[in-house]
């Protein structure tokens, strides 16, 4: 099947000519969603929960699914570990084809990302490092923990009914919000009884 999506960041702004597109490509079910690309987008999440092998999902341009390059590396790898396709109409990506040019686009992607995870990573170390000398630094706090109060002990409590039911880390992900490496914590706690 040829899924289309379709976003826009807010209300005010106009989907026609996205949709259009789609429709001319020939998608045969076409997801609009009107969020910002750096909120969760349940929309998207839901289409690619659906997902199967030989779809295709089709956008106008890579930054319509992606929240940030290493978020779009990851969908395009979820897409790929489903024998699934991405086209984008702008950058006229397919990842069905063997094709050299979405290939190299992909690897670009790819290496820009880990270049992103280091910058970010090495920014932190550069923070902690300032914050310890100033005597600030106190650490992360987990905000979902067993002894978490209000909104965040709710939000916990679901991952761990939904851990009990031997749900999958990528589908705890998808109907908390919460990220992966979030819901894998929550998980290791719970296996060390801590």
Same mark, same amino acid.
């Given at each position: 099947?040829?899924?289309?999506?379709?976003?826009?960041?807010?209300?005010?702004?106009?989907?026609?000519?996205?949709?259009?597109?789609?429709?001319?490509?020939?998608?045969?079910?076409?997801?609009?969603?009107?969020?910002?690309? #750096?909120?969760?987008?349940?929309?998207?999440?839901?289409?690619?929960?659906?997902? &199967?092998?030989?779809?295709?999902?089709?956008?106008?341009?890579?930054?319509?699914?992606?929240? +940030?390059?290493?978020?779009?590396?990851?969908?395009?790898?979820?897409?790929?570990?489903?024998?699934?396709?991405?086209?984008?109409?702008?950058?006229? /990506?397919?990842?069905?084809?063997?094709?050299?040019?979405?290939?190299?686009?992909?690897? /670009?992607?790819?290496?820009?990302?880990?270049?992103?995870?280091?910058?970010?990573?090495?920014?932190?170390?550069?923070?902690?490092?300032?914050?310890?000398?100033?005597?600030?630094?106190?650490?992360?706090?987990? &905000?979902?923990?067993?002894?978490?109060?209000?909104?965040?002990? #709710?939000?916990?409590?679901?991952?761990? &009914?939904?851990?009990?039911?031997?749900? +999958?880390?990528?589908?705890?992900?998808?109907?908390?919000?919460?990220?992966?490496?979030?819901?894998?914590?929550?998980?290791?706690?719970?296996?060390?009884?801590?």
């Amino acid at each position: 099947m040829i899924f289309g999506y379709a976003r826009v960041s807010s209300n005010e702004q106009n989907l026609n000519r996205q949709i259009k597109e789609l429709e001319a490509y020939g998608c045969e079910d076409i997801v609009i969603e009107k969020e910002s690309g #750096v909120m969760f987008r349940p929309e998207f999440e839901k289409l690619l929960h659906q997902i &199967r092998k030989n779809d295709v999902v089709v956008c106008h341009d890579l930054t319509r699914f992606g929240r +940030s390059q290493i978020h779009i590396l990851q969908v395009i790898q979820e897409l790929r570990e489903k024998n699934a396709g991405l086209v984008t109409l702008k950058e006229r /990506i397919d990842t069905r084809e063997d094709n050299p040019y979405s290939d190299l686009i992909v690897s /670009i992607f790819s290496a820009t990302a880990e270049f992103e995870r280091k910058m970010i990573k090495e920014r932190q170390r550069e923070g902690i490092e300032i914050a310890k000398k100033k005597g600030t630094y106190k650490g992360g706090k987990k &905000r979902y923990h067993a002894g978490a109060k209000g909104k965040d002990k #709710v939000i916990y409590d679901e991952v761990v &009914r939904l851990l009990n039911q031997t749900e +999958s880390v990528i589908n705890i992900h998808r109907k908390t919000g919460l990220s992966r490496n979030t819901v894998y914590s929550i998980k290791e706690s719970k296996e060390n009884g801590s």
